[in-house]
């Protein structure tokens, strides 16, 4: 955790006095067949000290995380930047609490009247998204595959609702059993086809949840059941449907839910960790802020020591995730500090949590240094790095904002060209963007490493989220190229004539 250390940077910031410690002094770059520009060189330099093993992979609540808040603090200061957390209590870093939660034990059984049937552990998983959670003797309601209409709140009161699988392509389930349990359902379970095992679900489900401290991770039950379990199920209840009649049944145009005659004792428990740890925020003012703002970010945070003896590599460094975003948004902070301000203020946001859940995002809008309406545009800077300089630019959250004509007037300007495709929008619930755009906050990510398909895919399926995102792999051409249209994307919006705010073209519109 940062701890004093952090509060000794704070504080060091706040005093106009650059005291943060040094960062391990860069790896110098290489020599290369195509001469690099200063701008290339500054990128390459963030890039290989921010995803340096010294940095153990920028997890959060941990050294790394003190060494990539002194670093990012001490360019931000030396630019010209000012804290933008708008609060005295906390200069520049804006703490975030978090909320980790990791799959303990489980327990569940099935009774009708005398007969009861209790679940072996390797015949399914249950888990709870509080720190205990307990089901006794609730009525077991069957929904079929539940795809359809969401049966209503006094079908599912009180109830288990069990639940027909429907494979990875549908997320495994979750979004069918979240609608459940927002209908009030008790708890989820379910029933595994051929196409998946617990084991193969077990690997993903126990991994730890994470929340915002305050929210709440509530205290839900979902489960997940192999066939065998369900026959046991079935076994004790009062019809004497099988699993195939259950699947039959399911698949009739004229299903509804039924009761299956048989109750449900489940009990899960969870250990909670808590993580204090920061976003950072700095800020240019503008010369009339009251126009608003304009917000660039990127997330600071990966997954530190990601790997275990006998592997060489034990550390994911991030370099492309995301070291290359916090490099571009620091170099388009120094580009614009150069010259004169803009109408609006320009805010740069590095968030934690991203990994987690977009979590430092929501810390932020749940709690903005500026009202969230004052915010004019959103650009956020994630996994770039990945193609050379030259390339067209893609938009991420193309055809959802008013941002869209701007975005191609700017690249008119500049002489680029822009994919006509959204195929790039498959990103848009991945980055920390979409929190945005969930409180009505248009964003966008503009970049060209969504451009090239082939290069994109080939990164997520060697390097991405592995100890192989390494800086030597990072194209620092098109990063520079990233970094020139965020510049002129801050001097088109943060001009209050060229791009007056939804509000005012709303009234100005015929």
């Given amino acids: 955790m940062l701890g004093a250390l952090v509060v000794a940077a704070v504080a060091a910031v706040a005093a106009a006095a650059v005291a943060v410690a040094a960062a391990p ?10 001469r690099e520009t200063p701008l290339e060189g500054a990128l390459r330099q963030h890039v290989e000290t921010l995803a340096g093993d010294a ?50 034990s489980f327990r569940a059984s099935f009774a009708k009247g005398r007969k009861r049937v209790v679940v072996p552990q390797d015949g399914a998983l249950i888990v709870t998204s509080g720190i205990r959670s307990l089901v006794e003797d609730a009525p077991v309601l069957f929904v079929g595959r539940a795809a359809g209409r969401t049966p209503p709140r006094t079908d599912l009161a009180g109830r288990i609702a069990l639940m027909l699988d429907g494979g990875e392509s549908d997320g495994g389930g979750d979004a069918r059993a979240d609608r459940l349990l927002d209908a009030g359902a008790v708890a989820v379970l379910i029933v595994l086809d051929a196409r998946r095992t617990i084991e193969e679900v077990a690997a993903r489900r126990r991994r730890a949840g994470y929340a915002l401290a305050g929210e709440g991770l509530g205290d839900e039950i979902e ?27 399911a698949d009739a145009p ?10 449900g004792t489940l009990e899960a428990t969870s250990r909670e960790t808590r993580i204090s740890t920061h976003n950072l925020i700095g800020k240019l003012e503008g010369r009339n802020p009251k126009a608003g703002a304009v917000l660039f970010m990127a997330h600071w945070d990966h997954f530190g020591r990601c790997a275990e003896p006998p592997a060489e590599d034990l550390i994911c460094n991030g370099a492309v995730d995301n070291a290359s975003g916090l490099a ?59 193609v050379p300089r030259g390339l067209p630019f893609s938009v991420v959250g193309k055809g959802a904002t008013a941002l869209d004509p701007g975005i191609a007037a700017v690249a008119k300007a500049m002489r680029r060209k822009l994919i006509a495709n959204d195929d790039a929008n498959a990103f848009a619930r991945r980055q920390d963007g979409w929190v945005f755009r969930q409180h009505d906050v248009p964003a966008v990510m503009v970049s060209t490493s969504y451009s090239d398909p082939a290069r994109l895919e080939r990164f997520m399926e060697e390097d991405y989220h592995r100890p192989s995102d390494a800086p030597g792999k990072v194209q620092y051409g098109g990063m520079a190229d990233d970094v020139l249209m965020q510049v002129e994307l801050a001097r088109y919006f943060g001009d209050a004539r060229r791009y007056p705010g939804p509000a005012a073209q709303a009234l100005r519109t015929p």
């Fill in 223 to 249: 489960g997940y059941v192999s066939p065998a379990v369900a026959r046991s199920l079935l076994s004790v209840a009062a019809s004497a449907a099988s699993l195939e009649d259950l699947q039959r049944e």
């Fill in 55 to 104: 940095f153990e992979g920028r997890e959060p609540g941990t050294p790394g995380e003190t060494l990539t808040l002194r670093y990012l603090a001490r360019q931000w200061f030396d630019i010209g930047l000012e804290s933008g957390t708008n609060d005295p209590a906390h200069g520049w870093f804006a703490p975030v609490e978090v909320v980790e939660r990791e799959p303990l």
């Fill in 328 to 386: 571009v948004i620091t170099e388009t902070a120094r580009l614009l500090s150069r010259a004169r301000p803009l109408d609006r203020d320009v805010y740069f946001l590095a968030t934690t949590g991203e990994e987690l859940g977009l979590l430092g995002a929501l810390a932020f809008a749940e709690s903005p240094p500026l009202p969230l309406d004052r915010i004019v545009a959103v650009f956020n800077v994630d996994g770039t790095g990945l």
């Fill in 254 to 263: 004229d299903f509804a839910p039924r009761l299956l005659g048989v109750t």
């Fill in 25 to 34: 002094a860069p790896t110098p770059a290489p020599t290369t067949a195509k």
